[in-house]
């Protein structure tokens, strides 16, 4: 079996640990070929993600001897016992010297870089260059670590650990649930898209809570209701009550959501994991969608304002908790759209803004009557799209008012029975609200309005030049 094996999912930093240990075990075969070994691998990332798992394995599949050096004491201590490994490494070679969590070593933040520390594993990194020494460390902030230390010649090879994909995710669910007695309800599948892949330990702790609450109600098995209730607990900072709040306004809630999940898997089918009415971390008044795929800025925006399209479209004047947010989510990535990344032309652009000057009335009331026209389009399309699905958004609010949450398996089930055909969103059909409003425009006294016509006009312009080109 491969040392290696022991670690779920990250097939390619795998396979780059893996030639490194090949060219320990077989270093004449690189250097025939003129190559020779990395001065130094660095895993880096957020906490949790299985670093020193790796680095571990790197080790024991090396099968050389290894030193670690991990901050266990402070002040000259600690700098005298970083000196002594690289020495006794360097006598021992060849070995391995392992620098677990360093940019731990240092209690300095990150503008005072120079520390006595740093200094001293960067000389015993010049100390052992020419030994049969290989380096390897771990770190969570990368940037805290001198640019010196971290740079080419001392660390030749830098490896990003980011969270687990979807499909790693599952790999590591269904690796943590055996041995556990299971009920035939669970679902890896649901659980894995219901997650927020921020670590496998978290994983692994979620999985735990749900055997804890299974022993604690005294069942033979560990349930699906178990293993949903873990994830709400430790992901969305959410329990299963219910605020106190009227059945109108839970209505209202519940059909804000579905138009959010609607849009969604209408734009991007599968893109959505979970959705629930309870309260949650950034939600206090009750509900929330949990997506697993991210889609460009543009779509993203449709999404984000199909939840007071619901609302507004069966029940005028009325919106639910959360829309104030939404609106303002939308303004804020129209706004960056059209000043900083100059989607409708350099018009809009706030060069002004980049230079450190005061933005001018003029580019202020363009760009604010552009942002207007932006939220009102992507605002008519989400009505489109709701109008085009309105079974699939009958069925999503009323599963939602019956169970509270959805579950991917359920969300597939409901859109797979109401859905005919997927609803494609194309640049050409999107443009049509500014035609339409150009056709419509009628003569008119109002300067403000005939302003909004040529913002419009200029828009439309730069859009189908854009797209002839």
């Not at 991917?408 to 443009?431: C, L, M, N, P, Q």
């Not at 300067?447 to 909004?452: D, G, L, M, R, S």
């Amino acid at each position: 079996m491969n040392t290696f094996d022991k670690v779920i999912g990250y097939k390619s930093i795998k396979q780059e640990l893996q030639q490194i240990c090949d060219m320990i075990r077989n270093r004449t075969v690189y250097e025939e070929m003129g190559a020779r070994l990395p001065h130094g691998l660095l895993l880096y990332g957020d906490p949790g993600l299985g670093k020193t798992l790796l680095a571990k394995c790197l080790i024991e599949e090396s099968g050389l001897n290894a030193i670690t050096i991990r901050r266990d004491r402070g002040g000259d201590a600690f700098i005298s016992s970083i000196m002594e490994a690289f020495a006794k490494a360097k006598a021992d070679a060849p070995a391995i010297i392992f620098l677990d969590d360093m940019d731990k070593f240092s209690t300095e933040d990150a503008s005072y870089r120079d520390t006595p520390e740093y200094a001293a594993v960067q000389a015993g990194i010049d100390d052992i260059k020419e030994s049969n020494v290989f380096l390897i460390a771990t770190a969570n902030e990368i940037r805290k670590l001198p640019i010196s230390l971290r740079r080419s010649g001392r660390f030749d090879r830098k490896l990003h650990i980011q969270a687990p994909t979807a499909s790693d995710a599952e790999a590591i669910i269904a690796h943590y649930i055996k041995g556990k007695r299971l009920s035939d309800d669970v679902n890896i599948k649901d659980l894995a898209m219901m997650m927020r892949y921020q670590s496998c330990a978290e994983l692994e702790t979620i999985l735990n809570e749900a055997a804890v609450r299974a022993a604690f109600c005294r069942q033979s098995c560990i349930q699906m209701k178990d293993m949903v209730s873990a994830v709400l607990k430790q992901q969305y900072d959410t329990y299963e009550d219910i605020p106190c709040v009227s059945d109108e306004v839970m209505k209202y809630v519940a059909l804000h959501e579905a138009g959010h999940l609607v849009v969604a898997e209408t734009l991007c089918p599968g893109s959505v994991g979970f959705v629930s009415l309870l309260p949650s971390e950034e939600n206090r008044c009750g509900g929330f969608v949990h997506r697993c795929k991210t889609l460009p800025a543009y779509e993203e925006t449709i999404i984000v304002l199909s939840g007071k399209a619901a609302v507004e479209m069966r029940h005028a004047g009325q919106t639910a908790d959360g829309c104030s947010t939404d609106i303002e989510q939308a303004v804020s990535s129209i706004r960056d759209a059209i000043a900083k990344k100059g989607t409708m032309g350099f018009s809009f652009l706030d060069i002004e803004n980049n230079t450190s000057c005061d933005i001018s009335k003029s580019l202020q009331l363009r760009s604010e009557t552009a942002i207007q026209i932006e939220l009102e389009r992507c605002y008519d399309i989400a009505k489109s799209i709701l109008a085009q699905n309105e079974t699939f958004l009958n069925k999503v609010t009323e599963a939602l008012l019956e169970k509270k949450s959805l579950l991917y398996s359920d969300i597939r089930g409901i859109r797979s029975s109401t859905v005919k055909s997927h609803v494609a969103v194309t640049h050409e059909a999107s443009s049509q609200c500014y035609q339409l409003q150009e056709e419509e425009a009628l003569p008119t006294d109002d300067p403000a309005a005939e302003y909004k016509q040529r913002i419009i006009r200029k828009i439309e312009e730069y859009r189908k030049n854009s797209t002839t080109k």
